[in-house]
């Protein structure tokens, strides 16, 4: 009995030396998790903006009466394409004919004789005063004259220029005068058009930074190109150039308006559309391109990417994102080309442990 018991204490202290040693074993590798990688490469990348925006006329005219009077007829179809100097009005030029009628019988008489009065003065039967006023008294009649010719003119109402024109604001029969605040119709030139685009002044100070330092460099002809996607979200088939900036920045929304040009043939562009216009702003000289998968956030909001290191196992980065281009971010700090970046298998995946790649 004592010597099993003797037996017993021995197996357990030799129980409990094993259990010490076992506390101060190092615990086991995880194992290596199964990551996909993209290898990161520098390239040139064209930058462009999206920007919302609005078409407006490139040319607009008002059509108003310069003489009073009753309208006769109207002389064009509502929404029809008008050419510059076409009649769109007829105003009764009756009173303005009789006018003109006096007006030329007072110039032919006031002319006869001031003839008259130079054929005198040569024989000096009359003063030079007198052959004086005769001859400005004719020219004071014939510009009278002139004027109630013009009066007649303007009793057809022609268009100043060419475009589409809209409703009539009058009828047949509506009386109309010089100077109303009201315009009969507007005619508004469509082929090309306008697209007013408004961009925030911090983007076009950017911009310019980036150009003068070289960080962002010209694409030639297409620096000015511009490209547009309408209402219901399909690209209009042709292009436009960008024309001018507004100098002034908006007080109250730091904005400036960029003014595009498009060709309009078929008229699909009408004024007052909301459009999306995408301004080509340069070449970016050895950007990054990171897939968005590849790109998560800390608790703190701060982007991060997991890479694998020279040892093979998983390491975190901050990274700095400048913007999206389509399934892409474009990563201006924190990644380098040659990086092998984690975007399968995040999950699973914790900093310092080591992971199998698959490139992806």
Known sequence: MQAARSFSLAAAAALGLAGCG??????????AANV????????????????????????????????????????FDEGAEVKAGQVLYQIDPAPYRAVLARADAAAGAAKLLADRYDRLIQGQAISQQARDDARAQYLQAKAAADAARIDVGFTRITAPIDGRIGRSAVTQGALVTSGQPQPMATIQQLDPIFVDITQPSTAILALKQDLASGKLKAAGDGQAEVALKLENGRAYPLKGTLKFSEVNVDQGTGAVTLRA?????DGLLMPGMFVQAELHEGVRGGALLVPQKGITRDTSGQAIAMVVDAAGKAEVRKVTTERSIGNQWLVTDGLR????????????????????????
């Open 261 to 265: 040009v498009f060709p309009n043939p």
């Open 36 to 75: 996909g990688v993209v290898t990161l490469k520098a390239q040139d990348v064209a930058l462009s903006t999206e920007l919302p925006g609005r078409t407006a006329p490139h040319l607009i005219s008002e059509v108003r009466p310069q003489v009073n009077g009753i309208i006769l007829r109207r002389q």
């Open 22 to 31: 076992g506390r101060d074993a190092p615990p086991p590798a995880p194992p």
């Open 337 to 360: 080309a040659g990086d092998k970046l984690i975007v399968d298998g995040l999950q699973q995946v914790r900093p310092g442990m080591p992971v199998k790649v698959k490139e992806g």
